[in-house]
């Protein structure tokens, strides 16, 4: 008897402990950050979101993590193509490096492009011959988060291509569709899935990524100055409402994101 | 067509991942081995690693013992509702969407000098922000998903027959998860511990915020390579990153084991 109720004892010792730990870390700073947005009001709220600085930097954000999530799709696509299909030297090597961008710094992930990009480097030479500067402008930005991002898509592909039945894509030849037709009309729909939900983790991902980004980025407002530096620097200037105003823009917009990933995935999975 | 795409993998991951790694390396050499041993060897360094070693010990051990408690709750535990633990289990990703500046924001306007939390702490006499508690919970903060998003999967695929069985034959609940539940998740286990360790290291955005970046008393390995690169101190800078590199790759071969070893089981 007293042993079942000891054990009784610890096992809602351990429950309470580890709600409250979930609850105390991860849910007490969100309601924190939005309660403390609107505690001086709306109008203050509204006149920290309507600073035109503070929409260009989010506006700039979105567009710049649009571009590399595209060029992503892209090359995650085409990578995990690779890595599956194809056999050749080095294909182990490289399926393991996928991974390094999860496992790197941030902060070396920038002096990385930092190093290779600059006006001293031979690509950087190579931009400024053809009129353009890569490092400070908003392509250094893009490769920052094109970088940081890179194993999401691929990731997601990956199983998929795994998994899928080799017998449609024999019946689409059988039935003499060429190689182009079988991949747009077999393979491509059946990579799609992965494709979209890793493109969306890449995009908040994106979205909201400040240590690659703020070694590259001139700063400059409303050209190259992204949100989460944006906020940083409010921070620094002791600016709290600013920065939790366009903190509040940018967490909202990324839940729904991540809401949206798993909403699709849920229904994936019992669909 | 087959060696376009072929060739194309490999030029995508040579100028996106191998070249740079490369560089890094180059460039803590730049000034011979003397200039890699003198980054390293200041007494700045070497208290940020100590540092990052800390925050990174401290919080794999937290979030492993609080994230297989957590996933073993959320998939298994009766005594919490279907709707509320779906509503639990879509919260745990919130870390993920969250940028880590507003993470460490978020820690600040909780527990910072000017509330009411931080100056009840710091009558306590203890300071948590621009201090090594802040730190770690905003490292706790940022890392809280990866361990449970690792195991969550398994412990559903496995299901709880085998367990129920264990318990009907009279085993205690702290035999069965060691005898039963334990070795079947114990690799993905592994897989979100070095997960995190790779996270907790890297760590940047927010432990900047929430250490203010305090030269010999918050500054971090990360935070450190942010320092030296906005002073112009570039070799200082590689000497540092190519550590944090090495032990990234050293972490990427762990990874790619414990991947190996759940395969098997």
């Not at chain 1, 402990?17 to 947005?37: D, E, K, N, R």
């Not at chain 1, 696509?77 to 991974?99: C, E, H, K, Q």
């Not at chain 1, 031979?122 to 353009?132: M, R, S």
């Not at chain 1, 250094?140 to 997601?156: D, G, S």
Request: proline share 4%; aromatic share 10%; net charge neutral.
């Amino acid at each position: 008897m007293s042993s079942m109720l000891q054990g009784r004892w610890w096992s809602w010792g351990f429950r309470s402990t580890v709600m409250l730990y979930f609850i105390v870390l991860i849910i007490f700073p969100i309601i924190g950050i939005y309660g403390q947005s609107f505690s001086s009001g709306w109008a203050a709220f509204a006149e920290n979101i309507t600073e035109p600085l503070a929409w260009k930097a989010v506006l700039l954000t979105v567009k710049l993590a649009l571009i590399a999530t595209v060029v992503n799709m892209l090359i995650g696509t085409m990578s995990a193509w690779v890595l599956i299909r194809y056999r050749f030297p080095g294909r182990r090597l490289l399926n393991s490096l996928v991974d390094l961008p999860f496992a790197l710094p941030t902060a070396v992930a920038g002096l990385m492009i930092l190093l290779l990009l600059g006006p001293n480097s031979p690509v950087g030479e190579l931009a400024e011959k053809l009129g353009f500067t890569i490092l400070f402008h908003q392509p250094a930005i893009v490769i920052a988060m094109v970088f940081v991002t890179f194993p999401f898509v691929i990731r997601a592909v990956q199983p998929l291509l795994e998994e899928m039945d080799a017998s449609e894509e024999e019946a689409a030849y059988t039935l003499g569709a060429t190689k182009a037709t079988t991949f747009w009309r077999v393979i491509l729909p059946n990579m799609l899935p992965g494709i979209l939900s890793g493109a969306m983790l890449a995009f908040s991902r994106a979205l909201a990524e400040f240590g690659a980004v703020v070694l590259v980025a001139g700063n400059i407002p409303g050209k190259t100055l992204i949100a989460s530096v944006y906020i940083f620097g409010e921070i620094e200037s002791d600016n709290a409402i600013g920065a939790t105003a366009v903190s509040v823009l940018l967490l909202t917009f990324s839940f729904l994101i991540l809401w949206t990933v798993n909403y699709v995935q849920m229904r994936r999975k019992n669909g | 067509m087959r060696r376009l795409w072929i060739g194309l993998t490999v030029a995508v991951f040579s100028f996106l991942l191998i070249i740079p790694v490369i560089r890094i390396a180059m460039g803590a050499f730049d000034a011979g081995w003397s200039g890699f041993a003198q980054g390293l060897a200041r007494p700045e360094t070497l208290h940020a690693l100590y540092m990052t070693g800390l925050i990174v010990v401290i919080v794999t051990v937290v979030n492993t013992l609080f994230g297989v408690m957590l996933s073993l709750y959320l998939v298994r535990a009766s005594w919490l509702g279907k709707r509320l633990k779906q509503l639990l289990n879509s919260i745990v990703d919130l870390p993920f969407a969250v940028s880590p500046v507003i993470g460490g924001l978020m820690i600040v306007l909780l527990l910072g000098p000017e509330t009411a939390l931080g100056a009840l702490f710091n009558k306590a006499g203890v300071d948590i922000v621009y201090a090594l508690p802040g730190m770690i919970i905003a490292t706790l903060f940022v890392t809280f998903p990866l361990i449970v998003r690792e195991v969550m999967p398994v412990l559903q695929e496995i299901g709880s027959a085998q367990e129920e069985a264990a318990a009907t034959l009279g085993a205690s609940a702290w035999t069965t998860f060691w005898r039963v539940t334990w070795p079947s998740i114990r690799w993905c286990v592994v897989y979100g511990v070095v997960l995190t360790v790779a996270r907790a290291m890297g760590e940047f955005g927010a432990v900047l915020v929430v250490s203010g970046n305090i030269l010999f008393k918050t500054q971090t390995a990360t935070t450190l390579v942010y320092q030296d690169v906005e002073n112009f101190n570039l070799t200082a800078a590689n000497s540092i990153a190519l550590v944090l590199a090495a032990g990234s790759v050293t972490l990427l071969l762990l990874m790619e084991w414990a991947k190996s070893r759940r395969e098997v089981h």
